[in-house]
């Protein structure tokens, strides 16, 4: 690449749910910006995180997982995704390396070839295997589509991020810079305290939660040096709120600490956080409920 050239553009991972995308993200940016949890479709908001280096400015979009859906809420979410491929110059397909190509993946691979970006395969969680199985997963991905590049890195332990980094960029096209230095993600911070909740929210609770958490932060307010938040939880039944609150609000309490620890890290401030849980029947389901949680 021409060290004085000045690259800056938009970039996606995509893949199926737990590929990695948000993980890796996380990695290049160097700060949470999208939320990581064990739990498929945990991202739900586009969120772009902003690595800015010398002669370049990488700007990544993390989409949800494309999923078949099964409620309004799902269609959204994929209608998202195909909007967000559709504008961006570089989408990486993650295909996590501990893992046979599968149905998900071929399916994905084939919605690139009408896209103008440029593709490229990422291969993650490379750690997780040996160098045989890599090897013989490497020749599986590049079965599948004809990409620019094929890049094996692991986002834990920082394997191959910056060749991933150095390749995607060179991928952009020359343009000024799209952000002032600082800026490292153009998300609202009340979007970003809600994922945080959410993800505190997440952890650890059983398989039938993890699409019926919403979260959203009412107030904001700044007193003597304290960030005041208030923010509800959404579940769709009696049954899920009980499960959130826990025994004794224990497991509220829990979900309170931990986001609250995330919270302060992100805003450097001292952080009150009043969290209620709410029961909006089918909100999933439901335009009107959607609209108001932000969908």
């Not at 609000?249 to 829990?254: E, T």
């Not at 909100?283 to 932000?294: E, F, I, N, S, T």
């Amino acid at each position: 690449m021409v060290d004085d050239v000045y690259r800056a553009g938009f970039a996606c991972f995509v893949g199926r749910p737990n590929a990695g995308k948000s993980t890796l993200t996380n990695a290049i940016i160097g700060q949470k910006i999208a939320i990581t949890s064990n739990k498929p479709q945990t991202t739900r908001h586009v969120i772009r995180g902003i690595l800015h280096q010398e002669n370049s400015q990488l700007v990544l979009v993390d989409t949800p997982g494309l999923h078949r859906p099964r409620t309004l809420l799902g269609e959204r979410l994929n209608d998202l995704v195909r909007e967000v491929w559709s504008e961006v110059d570089v989408i990486g397909v993650c295909f996590p390396a501990d893992e046979p190509v599968g149905r998900g993946d071929r399916f994905i691979s084939a919605e690139m070839a009408e896209l103008k970006a440029t593709i490229i395969a990422v291969v993650t969680k490379v750690d997780l295997v040996d160098p045989a199985t890599l090897a013989k997963h490497l020749l599986a991905v590049s079965e599948l589509y004809d990409f620019a590049e094929i890049v094996p890195v692991s986002a834990v332990s920082g394997h191959q991020v910056q060749t991933l980094v150095d390749v995607l960029v060179k991928h952009l096209p020359e343009s000024p810079q799209l952000y002032p230095d600082d800026v490292m993600t153009d998300e609202p911070e009340q979007v970003l305290i809600a994922e945080l909740i959410r993800e505190a929210a997440l952890e650890g609770v059983r398989d039938e939660l993890p699409h019926s958490i919403a979260v959203l932060v009412e107030e904001m307010m700044v007193e003597n040096g304290v960030t005041k938040i208030f923010a509800d939880l959404y579940v769709e039944r009696d049954s899920q709120k009980s499960i959130v609150i826990g025994a004794k609000g224990a497991r509220l309490k829990d979900v309170g600490s931990q986001a609250r620890t995330e919270i302060e890290n992100l805003l450097g401030t001292r952080v009150y956080l009043d969290l209620h849980v709410r029961v909006a029947k089918e909100w999933q389901r439901d335009p009107r409920q959607l609209r108001k949680l932000g969908f």
